[in-house]
């Protein structure tokens, strides 16, 4: 079984500046994928961003990176230069990438930029 | 670039009603993924299928039902509804066959609400 932890119920950060959401997991499959997904109040479910369990380099898309720390068994996503757009709520998500593929969810953090 | 279209968007329904939702995939993709996410809560897994199989199997309420027809849109039937179905409802597809498969995209969902 997989779970997802993030910390942060909610977060303040003023425009411009980077910001960073925690996740941590646990999982005891050796090969899976670690996501992102940004739901704005709107509700739509938008992907982020993705990183391999083998992928030796950090994930990068944009203004989006993933700070991979595999014995640590953390994914945080950095944001940089903040933007009033991206306040919303923030999904950390896994799967496994062998046998079911269903993604376990994290309780998300809500991301507040303050102009 | 064509997404996965959810119908309808907003459903209001009364207890004991049946509901059907219907996801139509993203084109060539061949997997859908259904989750339900409460109010304040992170999407939960129900149920998918991969060629039009069920392929996998989450905390999906013996009441619903769901299947994916040959031209690959999906349906999930909700019967004898409860107040605890409101919900927000997301399909997602990816493809196997593509690349990328471990993207799942999502819908923009269908919000449920039983009174």
């Known amino acids: 079984a997989q779970k997802i932890t993030q910390t942060q119920p909610g977060m303040f950060v003023q425009e411009k500046e980077a910001v960073t959401l925690d996740c941590t997991y646990d999982t005891s499959d050796q090969s899976y994928g670690l996501f992102w997904y940004k739901q704005p109040s709107s509700g739509e479910m938008i992907f982020l961003i993705y990183?391999?369990?083998?992928?030796?380099q950090n994930a990068t898309e944009g203004r989006y990176s993933l700070n991979f720390q595999k014995a640590r068994k953390s994914a945080n996503l950095v944001i940089s230069a903040s933007q009033l757009g991206d306040s919303a709520m923030y999904f950390c998500a896994m799967r496994p990438n062998f046998g079911n593929e269903k993604l376990t969810f994290g309780t998300g953090t809500r991301l507040t930029i303050i102009p | 670039a064509a997404g996965v279209i959810q119908s309808p968007r907003h459903l209001i329904k009364e207890k004991r009603e049946t509901a059907t939702l219907k996801c139509y995939p993203i084109p060539r993709h061949d997997t859908v993924y259904w989750y339900q996410q409460g109010p304040g809560q992170d999407p939960q897994f129900l149920i998918s299928f991969y060629e039009k199989m069920q392929s996998d199997k989450g905390s999906i309420p013996d009441r619903f039902s769901a299947q994916q027809f040959s031209d690959y849109h999906s349906e999930l039937n909700m019967s004898s509804l409860e107040l605890g179905d409101s919900a927000l409802y997301f399909c997602?597809?990816?493809?196997?066959?593509?690349?990328?498969?471990?993207?799942?995209?999502f819908g923009p969902g269908t919000r449920l609400t039983v009174t």
């Open positions: 990183q391999g369990s083998y992928d030796e």
């Open positions: 997602a597809s990816s493809s196997r066959s593509i690349g990328r498969d471990y993207e799942q995209y």
